[in-house]
């Protein structure tokens, strides 16, 4: 199966919903243009997110954040993981704690 099409310029995508803004169909303009009826009526739904117009889904500042998040939720569990692992590692060096392997 083919690679998705590289994403088309912000200017580019901006002329296509001036057209759909302007009375023109999604279907129209797949025929007359190279985006696909769907790709097309994609981006008139993020338009409208972005306008507040539609409340379901994401606006792209949402989408960043998001990302952003896990990345960062990520890299905490990590540095948790370490400092757990390090914590215990220091517990059993000074003996504050027996160690697995004891005979007790």
């Not at 919903?17 to 008139?44: D, M, Y």
Request: with cysteine; glycine share 2%.
């Amino acid at each position: 199966m083919p690679k998705s099409h590289a994403p088309y310029p912000a200017e580019y995508r901006q002329q296509i919903l001036e057209l759909v803004r302007t009375g023109r169909s999604a279907e129209e303009l797949a025929k007359e243009f190279e985006p696909t009826a769907q790709c097309i009526r994609n981006w008139i739904k993020q338009d409208e997110r972005e306008r507040g117009q539609r409340h379901e889904g994401l606006t792209r500042d949402e989408k960043a954040e998001l990302v952003r998040l896990r990345k960062e939720n990520k890299q905490l569990k990590l540095e948790r993981e370490i400092l757990s692992k390090a914590a215990a590692w220091f517990a059993r060096e000074t003996e504050v704690v027996p160690s697995r392997s004891s005979d007790s």
